[in-house]
């Protein structure tokens, strides 16, 4: 009688098995993961052109939607669908329609009348991007810019990017990430990512009050302590730690955390000697890593950043080609029923 | 409901089943009036002014719902007491308590003079309030528990709603038992629950939504059952979601406290898994919790433990659109009760001994009245339903106004072709 256990992931998908949304890395098979790596691979080296824009979003017209504050995120975002050459619209929500009183719905199909192509949306509900995926304009390609404590994937897989570039491939990898999992949306999807890449282990390290419950359904391994957490480890990645954490119960201080779990050049030498550092940023130096780390000879950190933007570059065009494939599809699809409907 | 001088009716050929009297026969039900005046051998000088033609169907005792949000006054966009009793009808309810959060609250008698008196009017089922127990169930205040009473509220309840401590909590029960009306308490935490929306299990995690630990509702359990101990209050737990919670209530009830309780129609059906993909319908309170869970639940259910009751509870669809957190929490049932009830019958979920009695006899004896039966004398509370026939849940056939209907397209079976309230014909299919 149960209605449907669809997972997340089957509304980013089109009738071809292709990327029309990208909403989430749980679900997504190998194939795409690698794929969104590979055209990410390839739009690197239009980067580092001096005329960076390639045509691919020609006519476009991308919105970013932030329910939520982001500088960085937002304009790694922007400067993606620049260099596809997009038109973009970023929508100051905060100061517009949803604070007179519309709804999120509302706002949605105004800006869907607009012509628009694709949301790059980023909203404080886990399920937002998904809902407006799957219920408000289906029509338009949805990326999911983070929404709530569900799913960042863009994150996820520009991280997967960079580990990648620096590592090879992801098989003999044991993978170690550090502090809020519990809120973390960055977490959940780096951890599906790497599962289905093929990493050998993935472990979430912190203390049981950021760590979810039932965290091992999702196929990592908790540990409390960074020496056991970080034996072995090849690809570290630190979360950062928001300040309100030390409210409302879940952590005693900074400066505990900082002992217990801040990632310095001696809880660094627990892990392998070739581990790189990572950080999804911004961070916090001194709350959950050395400047000594952050900005050492292990840390990645930097080119994370760089990596942003042929990553979300790769997303939108994959998912804008998807999203495309399946109007004409249907276009197709309304025009056969059409022809067959008339006297011969 | 007014009824002809000389209203005799007679239902023949069904399997009639009553759980209290431990009838399961082939009979005839002879009825006159609001009474049913006998089964089996038809009395001298009846006549018959309609027969129901009841033959390869069950006859049941009028099904009781201990727990429904009609949605008025208050919530005109949502449901109305015409439009969702109707719905009650067609799915072979008779007797019905409603929800006292309503706006305004069922803390006055004159709220609930005002539903007692729409719900005559629209003469489709029995309708009983709850009053709320806290003065505008804003958990501070002592409600008028005597003059809710005197109005026929027949439990006292805060729902859903905190109470701001223990302390308010205890002098509400003990103020009660002094009045003498039975409490109906659904255990919540509001610190553990958090801003949670959904079980807290391995789905939330993967959601990333806030889970609802159970120890939520067990901790306020345990603290429930000391007060009502103390108390002596009469106590009834509505809608409990975990398995331990059940086995504590068992375990109090076998130590000699006089508590019993109920589940949730869609707790049975249910759980935490179903809310992959982010389904806002999924959005209950209290929440769906794991597949053992809801095994645990039905055991209950087929030990005679617990009553089922409906916890409808309609929203037009704006309520639904909206990321999973922000919808609002609640489904439709009403209009989908009687089938989805045999559905699970037929899945061997539920004995079909202890469906019929987990909405007939042990609601009845939980309001402690007169009700549920079907032996001569009794009121005529009586259901006619196919229990194998096929059904399609169909959105344009819904009665109530409720759109959160969560089994809409979906295949089930038990379909009710005739509702009596008080020897009243209050549904009858074409």
Known sequence: ?????????????????????????EGLSREILTEILDTADSFISTQERSVKTVPLLRGKTVVNLFFENSTRTRSTFELAAKRLSADILNLDIARSATSKGETLMDTLWNLQSMYSDMFVVRHADSGAAHFIAEHVTPNVAVINAGDG?????????????????????????????????????VARSQIYALKTLGAAEVRVIGPNTLLPNDIEALGVKPYNNMKQGLKGVDVIVTLRLQKERMQNALL???????????????????????????????????????????????????????????????????????QTQEQQAQEQQAQDEQNSGEPA | MKLHPQHRIQILGGTVIDPQSGLHAVKDVF??????????????????EKTIDASGQLVLPGFIDLCAFLAEPGFAQKGSIASETRAAAHNGITTLCCAPDTKPVIDSSAVANLIKDRAQQAGNVRVLPLGALSAGLEGEQLSNMNGLKEAGCVALTNMDAPMRDSRVVMQCYHYAAGVGVPVMITPLDKALADVGCMHQGPTSTKLGLAGIPESAET?????????????????????????????????????????????????????????????????????????????ALLAGVNAGELAICSNHRPHEIAAKMAPFAASEAGISVLDSFAAVLMNLVKRGDLTLEAAVKAVTQTPAAILDRELGSLRVGALADVVVISAEQDVVVEKAALQSKGTNNPWIGQALNGKVSATLCAGHVVFEAE
């Open chain 1, 1 to 25: 009688m149960t209605s449907k256990s669809a997972s997340p992931s089957a509304v980013q998908l089109n009738e071809q098995g292709r990327l029309k949304h990208f909403l989430t890395t």
């Open chain 2, 31 to 48: 009825i006159e009036n609001d009474t049913i005046v006998a089964i089996g051998t038809k009395p001298q000088d009846f006549q018959v």
């Open chain 2, 219 to 295: 901790v306020a359990l345990a603290q429930h059952l000391l007060l009502i101990e103390q108390t002596g209050v009469k106590a009834h737990f509505n809608r409990i979601s975990s398995g331990r919670a059940l086995a504590m209530i068992t375990d109090a009830k076998a130590k000699g406290l006089n508590v019993t309780a109920d589940v949730a129609l869609g707790n049975l059906c249910f759980i935490d898994e179903d809310i992959l993909g982010f389904d806002s319908a999924m959005h209950v309170v209290p929440p769906y919790r794991s597949e053992a869970d809801r095994q």
């Open chain 1, 149 to 185: 404590r569900h799913a960042h994937p863009t994150q996820a897989m520009l991280d997967m990017l960079t580990i990648r570039r620096e590592k090879g491939q992801f098989e003999n990898l044991t993978v170690a990430i550090i502090g809020d999992i519990l809120h973390s949306r």
């Open chain 1, 252 to 322: 005693p201080s900074e400066s505990e955390f900082y002992r217990m779990y801040g990632l310095n050049t001696d809880k660094l030498a627990y892990a392998n000697p070739d581990a790189i550092v990572m950080h999804p940023g911004p961070i916090n130096r001194g709350v959950e890593i050395e400047s000594a780390v952050a900005d050492g000879p292990q840390s990645v950190i930097l080119k994370q950043v760089s990596n942003g933007i042929p990553l979300r570059m790769a997303v939108m065009a994959m998912a804008m080609s998807g």
